[in-house]
């Protein structure tokens, strides 16, 4: 009697633990955008899923299909800019990849890359979010086809919203509350007969609220930052060239100046002798006379005695 009783709580226990886990960790969204970008940059189909959370703290999980490569799992603020945001991954059920991370901000983002499925010019895309993971207020879907492109074909029906100045059209689908018991599935095909990727290398990508592959926050102050480099920049640039020219002023300025006479000692001068009567000193005259030897007065100009001229 008590393995019989025991047979239905096993059979209970094993029911419960084989129910999938997405049942019972679905993630209530505000908001669900997925952006099907085919050829974006790059020959493969890239995979974004954005969503809001409705409280903080939630734990959200993305299937990852098969052969898909994660490009990058981060969160954003509401002024759209992305920062990395910590992940984990496990093996899936169906041999892919199930992504799981708790958003450090109210809006998440997931993207990976997918193998495009080609038959020569045509294009063709199933994408299915599986059931059980996510149940939303408000829902879209976004596609975005490569220029020059031809008979595209969307499953449900997506509106062309925009058309690129290169030719890519911008295929949007929007619906209403998602409940998570329903898988959400998306086709398009299309032929691409040149080849041409949406967002050639010289180009920018297309205008979204949050730009893909983006890893920094964008701050409102960054632009103000470079506003005061510029003028940083300008306010040096000035006090060098007023150095270079009050530098070359001075300059100038040395070179016509004349150069200042070098200080020369006045020559001796010979102290004068008090001069004579007939104009030569006392000194420069003879004392007495050459010829008869008699003394001369200081007046005298011939000897009073033999009358020779005084030298």
């Excluded at 991370?101 to 080609?118: C, G, H, I, K, N």
């Excluded at 008979?151 to 998570?180: C, H, K, W, Y």
Aim: aromatic fraction near 6%.
């Amino acid at each position: 009697m008590r393995k019989r009783t025991l047979l239905p709580l096993i059979a209970l226990l094993v029911l419960l633990l084989g129910l999938p886990a997405s049942a019972q960790d679905t993630t209530s969204l505000e908001r669900l955008d997925i952006k099907l970008w085919p050829e974006f940059d790059d020959p493969r189909l890239l995979v974004i899923i954005d969503g809001q959370v409705t409280e903080p703290g939630q734990t959200v999980r993305i299937p990852v299909p098969v052969g898909a490569t994660i490009n990058a799992v981060a969160s954003a603020g509401d002024d759209g800019g992305l920062m990395d945001n910590e992940w984990q991954s496990v093996a899936g059920a169906d041999g892919g990849t199930l992504v799981t991370l708790v958003p450090s901000a109210p809006m998440f983002r997931v993207e990976y890359y997918v193998p495009l499925t080609t038959d020569g010019n045509e294009r063709l895309i199933n994408f299915v979010l599986p059931a059980g993971f996510f149940e939303a207020e408000a829902a879209s879907i976004e596609m975005l086809v490569p220029p020059d492109s031809e008979n595209v074909d969307s499953r449900p029906a997506a509106d062309i919203s925009d058309v690129g100045e290169n030719g890519t059209q911008l295929m949007l689908r929007t619906f209403g509350p998602v409940a998570g018991t329903e898988p959400i599935v998306q086709s398009l095909t299309y032929e691409n007969p040149t080849g041409a990727l949406a967002m050639p290398e010289d180009a920018g990508p297309p205008a979204t609220a949050i730009q893909p592959g983006a890893q920094a926050v964008a701050t409102a102050d960054s632009g103000s930052d470079i506003d005061y480099l510029l003028i940083g920049l300008v306010v040096l640039a000035i006090l060098l060239v007023s150095a270079g020219a009050f530098g070359l002023w001075r300059t100038r300025k040395t070179e016509t100046e004349p150069a200042p006479a070098a200080r020369q000692r006045p020559p001796k001068q010979k102290k004068k002798q008090q001069t004579e009567a007939g104009g030569q000193t006392q000194s420069a005259k003879d004392r007495f006379c050459r010829k008869c030897g008699i003394e001369f007065k200081p007046e005298d100009r011939f000897c009073r005695n033999c009358g020779a001229k005084r030298v």
